[in-house]
């Protein structure tokens, strides 16, 4: 009581002015906590006050004017002469946030208690319930462990142990895995962990979806070169989508100075495509079921295109300077993170920018359109040239990532597709096509089952 009046603790004379102590009091619940002392006069001097029955019951009754329930500690000090001080201690309660008294929300702003802004109260009722009640962390419709990707699973886990951001010794069971990571609760599978691990999406989860379109000129009504849809789980998106860029944008050759030898180079770095997707498939949206994940290709630009704002408190101007980090989907985000893809700490849009400046392109545009985020990456795509160079350009590729595959398979020959694909960029229907391929020109054979099997390169 000597240091007085402040952000965490209020004075009153008596229960007379018990509304306002609640305000008050409501204020504490909205910030830190604190205490309201009935009996005390403004100097911070406790005079007390007579304390009856009916003076207990008021309180009581306050207490359920409160919204939603409060928790106080309610404590009476003798003074003098059968007078108290009654003190209302409240701590800190940050799920709960806002709580209002009488239908109105109030804030301590030093030692004043305040109505709070209806724009603060509506962001705070907003963060009470994604917190609680997150799309990603409900319990998914019909999803068994059998309907998840087990490679994909157990590849996460390998790479999070050599990460060292899960422990060697977590068990290999998939069930195991998904508790381990807040995937499963109680026993039933999580949405996050259908939209991570997934190998079935329809009819209920339509929204995991990657689309991805290669159009000839600067707008979509231009001929439409290439134009892919298909609804898989999130690490595959990233890969999908990386691996389509590398397949349609064009290769430039330049000389990099002081040096002799060649070097192709896409018209936007890898890393920073890379990124954007990752933030598309993250931060996204998934309560929109007719919600994707778009990439498309024209001959001036790449855009990336996912569902839904940008999250509350975060706007298109702090993505270009340094920001917290907020998400929308903390624990797909988290499993990113486990397997070293991103550093949930703010700084992927910087990096991005960063890596466009030292490539010497110009940085992305970042942009929300019409319930979407939209990054722009302006760039010399150029036009779809003849025929002959595009199937040149095209071959020349795929004899790369051939290459790429056999050279994994000649240093592992147990290797599996699931962990070619991630050597390789590839989605596993993309390795399995390109397995099939070497098969076929006799450059490769299957020697033992799918399963404890080994390939044999043939030259």
């Given at each position: 009581?000597k240091?007085?009046?402040?952000p965490?603790?209020?004075?009153?004379?008596?229960?007379?002015?018990?509304k306002?102590?609640m305000r008050?009091l409501?204020a504490?619940?909205?910030s830190?906590?604190?205490?309201?002392?009935?009996g005390?006069?403004r100097r911070g001097?406790?005079e007390?006050?007579?304390?009856a029955?009916?003076?207990?019951q008021?309180?009581?009754?306050?207490?359920?004017?409160?919204?939603p329930?409060?928790?106080?500690?309610?404590?009476?000090?003798?003074?003098?002469d059968?007078?108290?001080?009654?003190?209302?201690?409240t701590g800190?309660?940050?799920?709960?946030?806002?709580?209002?008294?009488?239908?109105?929300?109030?804030e301590?702003?030093g030692?004043t208690?305040?109505?709070?802004?209806?724009?603060?109260?509506?962001s705070?009722?907003?963060d009470?319930?994604?917190?609680?009640r997150?799309?990603e962390?409900?319990p998914?419709?019909?999803?068994?462990?059998?309907d998840l990707?087990?490679?994909?699973?157990?590849?996460v886990?390998?790479t999070?142990?050599?990460?060292?951001?899960?422990?060697?010794?977590?068990?290999?069971?998939?069930g195991d895995?998904?508790d381990?990571?807040?995937?499963?609760r109680?026993?039933?599978?999580?949405?996050?962990?259908?939209?991570l691990?997934?190998k079935?999406?329809?009819?209920d989860?339509?929204?995991?979806?990657l689309?991805?379109?290669?159009?000839?000129?600067?707008?979509?009504?231009?001929?439409?070169?290439?134009n892919?849809?298909?609804?898989?789980?999130?690490?595959?998106?990233?890969r999908?989508?990386m691996?389509?860029?590398?397949?349609?944008?064009?290769?430039?050759a330049?000389?990099p100075e002081?040096k002799?030898?060649?070097?192709?180079?896409?018209?936007?770095?890898?890393?920073?495509?890379?990124?954007?997707i990752?933030?598309a498939?993250?931060h996204?949206?998934?309560?929109?079921?007719?919600?994707?994940?778009?990439?498309?290709?024209f001959?001036?630009?790449?855009?990336?295109?996912s569902?839904?704002m940008?999250?509350?408190?975060?706007?298109?101007d702090?993505?270009?300077?340094?920001h917290l980090s907020?998400?929308?989907?903390?624990?797909?985000?988290?499993?990113?993170?486990?397997?070293?893809?991103?550093?949930i700490?703010?700084?992927?849009?910087?990096?991005?920018?960063?890596?466009?400046?030292?490539?010497?392109?110009?940085?992305?545009?970042?942009e929300?359109?019409?319930g979407?985020?939209?990054?722009?990456?302006?760039?010399?795509?150029?036009?779809?040239?003849?025929?002959a160079m595009?199937?040149?350009?095209?071959?020349?590729t795929?004899?790369?990532?051939?290459e790429?595959?056999?050279?994994?398979?000649?240093a592992?020959?147990a290797i599996?597709?699931?962990e070619?694909a991630?050597?390789?960029?590839l989605?596993?229907?993309?390795?399995?096509?390109?397995?099939?391929?070497?098969?076929?020109?006799?450059l490769?054979?299957r020697?033992?089952p799918?399963r404890?099997?080994?390939?044999?390169?043939?030259?």
């Open positions: 009581m240091e007085g009046e402040g965490t603790l209020e004075f009153k004379r008596s229960t007379g002015e018990l306002e102590g008050t409501c504490f619940l909205n830190k906590g604190g205490a309201v002392l009935f005390v006069n001097e406790p007390g006050q007579q304390v029955e009916q003076t207990l008021e309180i009581a009754a306050a207490f359920g004017r409160f919204e329930p409060v928790n106080v500690q309610v404590g009476r000090i003798k003074v003098r059968g007078r108290e001080v009654i003190a209302l201690r800190a309660n940050h799920e709960s946030v806002p709580f209002t008294f009488d239908g109105r929300a109030y301590r702003i030692n208690t305040r109505k709070m802004f209806q724009g603060r109260y509506e705070l009722l907003l009470r319930a994604h917190a609680r997150r799309w962390n409900q998914s419709v019909d999803i068994k462990l059998s990707d087990r490679e994909e699973i157990l590849r886990r390998e999070a142990i050599q990460q060292r951001r899960i422990s060697a010794g977590t068990s290999t069971k998939i895995i998904l381990r990571m807040g995937l499963r109680d026993g039933v599978i999580t949405q996050a962990a259908l939209v691990f997934g079935k999406f329809l009819p989860y339509p929204q995991c979806m689309k991805m379109g290669r159009f000839r000129g600067i707008n979509v009504l231009g001929d439409i070169l290439d892919r849809q298909e609804h898989m789980n999130a690490f595959a998106i990233v999908e989508g691996a389509f860029l590398d397949r349609t944008l064009p290769l430039a330049r000389f002081g002799i030898q060649r070097e192709d180079r896409l018209p936007v770095p890898p890393n920073a495509l890379r990124e954007i990752l933030n498939v993250m996204r949206d998934y309560t929109d079921a007719g919600g994707f994940v778009a990439i498309a290709v001959d001036d630009r790449i855009e990336i295109r569902a839904g940008l999250p509350p408190g975060i706007t298109i702090m993505l270009s300077g340094p907020k998400q929308r989907n903390p624990l797909i985000a988290e499993a990113f993170h486990r397997t070293g893809d991103v550093e700490w703010g700084r992927g849009t910087n990096r991005v920018i960063e890596e466009c400046k030292a490539y010497g392109i110009e940085p992305p545009i970042f929300e359109k019409q979407w985020v939209v990054v722009t990456f302006r760039a010399g795509i150029g036009p779809i040239g003849s025929g595009t199937n040149k350009t095209r071959e020349k795929r004899e790369k990532t051939r790429k595959i056999l050279r994994a398979i000649m592992a020959p599996n597709t699931a070619l991630v050597m390789t960029g989605s596993t229907k993309g390795i399995e096509w390109n397995l099939k391929k070497l098969k076929a020109d006799g490769l054979k020697i033992g799918a404890g099997g080994r390939w044999e390169v043939i030259r």
